[in-house]
């Protein structure tokens, strides 16, 4: 089964950091462009960053540029995110989504963890 | 990176068709033929429903449509049913990597 699988969110003070994990099966991992997505308690979809498929390529959305770092472990099947310098606006629940080539388009989404960022 | 513009809500009545836009720019939407649109019901993780203006993955029924003029998209449900109440997204790629979504529409079947 193709899955995707996030871990890693929490409580955080502002001002901290946490790093999420993306556990990915059932597929090449490799060979796919992966993504973050986020979405704060009753809000719409917000997209956060990308990583092409060996990881020399990212790209961040303005309000998470130098404070977030996106990263991947091919020999592990995981995506991470590096979050440092949080803010009370960073809260949401953090979605990692596949973005097969011959789509363009978000195919395979996990089920998301939830980060709060609050003293 | 401004998030593409969507109606808030829309409603219709089981068996009828509604559709949705999600307007954008000459940046975005217009430059691109690269929207996609995704269904998200309430505590679940978004699906993908039309991907490159106006094609249905397998595996989404032919319900779902997509369209495109200019800076606007729009998808179109058609035979509308109970299970289509949801949240629905659109994205599009904005250029130099980066994505956009609009800010989402409540669809309520009467």
């Known amino acids: 089964e193709v899955q995707l699988v996030e871990s890693g969110g929490g409580l955080v003070q502002p001002g901290g950091s946490l790093r999420l994990s993306c556990a990915a099966s059932g597929f090449t991992f490799s060979t796919h462009w992966m ?85 | 990176q401004s998030a593409l513009t969507q109606p808030a809500s829309v409603s219709g ?17 217009g430059s691109y033929n690269l929207v996609s649109w995704y269904q998200q019901h309430p505590g679940k993780a978004p699906r993908l429903l039309i991907y490159e203006d106006n094609k249905g993955p397998s595996g989404v029924s032919i319900r779902f449509s997509g369209s495109k003029s200019g800076n606007t998209a729009s998808l179109t449900i058609s035979g509308l049913q109970a299970e289509d ?12 990597g980066s994505l956009v979504f609009g800010g989402g529409t409540k669809l309520t079947v009467l």
């Not at chain 2, 109440?85 to 130099?96: K, Q, T």
Request: net charge neutral; charged share 15%; with cysteine.
């Open chain 1, 35 to 119: 993504h973050w997505v986020r979405q704060a308690p009753g809000k719409g979809l917000v997209w956060v960053s990308r990583i092409d498929t060996d990881g020399s390529t990212t790209t961040y959305a303005d309000s998470v540029k130098g404070r977030f770092t996106i990263s991947r472990d091919n020999a592990r099947n995981t995506l991470y995110l590096q979050m440092s310098s949080l803010r009370a606006e960073d809260t949401a629940v953090y979605y990692c989504a596949r973005y097969p080539y011959h789509l363009t388009a978000f195919d395979i989404w996990g089920q998301g963890t939830m980060v709060t960022v609050s003293s």
């Open chain 2, 13 to 29: 009545s089981p068996g009828q068709s509604i559709t949705i836009s999600c307007t954008g720019t000459s940046s975005d939407v």
């Open chain 2, 85 to 96: 109440e949801a949240d629905y997204y659109c994205c599009s790629y904005a250029g130099s």
